[in-house]
T-cell receptor, first 112, second 111 residues
Framework: NAGVTQTPKFRVLKTGQSMTLLCAQDMNHEYMYWYRQDPGMGLRLIHYSVGEGTTAKGEVPDGYNVSRLKKQNFLLGLESAAPSQTSVYFC???????????FGQGTRLTVV | KQEVTQIPAALSVPEGENLVLNCSFTDSAIYNLQWFRQDPGKGLTSLLLIQSSQREQTSGRLNASLDKSSGRSTLYIAASQPGDSATYLCALAGSARQLTFGSGTQLTVLP
């Protein structure tokens, strides 16, 4: 069972470069989320989606954009990477607001 | 704004000991509370989910309780094993449909 799959798993970017992180889930979940995890800060929500074609801002949305063109995919974009975006990024999905959340394995991003 | 606190930040116990991890939160208007396990360099694995209307959930050696009135949840691990060593995170789903996480408790079980 694939569950939630993130690509890539590791990436190094130069300041100012752009990239897209892909999250795919095969559980037919409506809700999808992008979090970042930083030492001492815990996991913080960047953006989320409550269904195909919808997106909403989380706690730390600045510098990121997202799209949910297909129900199974949730893309996180960095238009102009900054060293402050060095982090581990996690995607998650759930069936609904009261349902169990499932996480991907994470993407470790370093911006130099 | 929901704030979630986990104490202690780190815990070291000998194998076989029963232990309790604590999670406290400031806003009792929640949909559910979820406990996760995270191994170094890995993703989060869901351990237990407690719905807002429930008081506890059990899975094997794990038991999680929820007391909304006091803003607390505990994760009880019975007969701890070295394989239980990991970081344990609690997270609350609130009215905004978002999970708010605590900073976690890093558990080490010594053989």
């Amino acid at each position: 069972n694939a569950g939630v799959t993130q690509t890539p798993k590791f990436r190094v970017l130069k300041t100012g470069q752009s990239m897209t992180l892909l999250c795919a889930q095969d559980m037919n979940h409506e809700y999808m989320y992008w979090y970042r995890q930083d030492p001492g800060m815990g996991l913080r929500l960047i953006h989320y989606s409550v269904g195909e074609g919808t997106t909403a801002k989380g706690e730390v949305p600045d510098g990121y954009n997202v799209s949910r063109l297909k129900k199974q995919n949730f893309l996180l974009g960095l238009e102009s990477a900054a060293p402050s975006q060095t982090s581990v990024y996690f995607c998650a999905s759930s069936y609904g607001s009261g349902a169990e959340a499932f996480f991907g394995q994470g993407t470790r991003l370093t911006v130099v | 704004k929901q704030e979630v606190t986990q104490i202690p930040a780190a815990l070291s116990v000998p194998e076989g000991e029963n232990l309790v991890l604590n999670c406290s939160f400031t806003d009792s208007a929640i949909y559910n509370l979820q406990w996760f396990r995270q191994d170094p360099g890995k993703g989060l694995t869901s351990l237990l989910l407690i719905q807002s209307s429930q008081r506890e959930q059990t899975s094997g050696r794990l038991n999680a309780s929820l007391d909304k009135s006091s803003g607390r949840s505990t994760l009880y691990i019975a007969a701890s094993q070295p394989g239980d060593s990991a970081t344990y995170l609690c997270a609350l789903a609130g009215s905004a449909r978002q999970l708010t996480f605590g900073s976690g408790t890093q558990l080490t079980v010594l053989p």
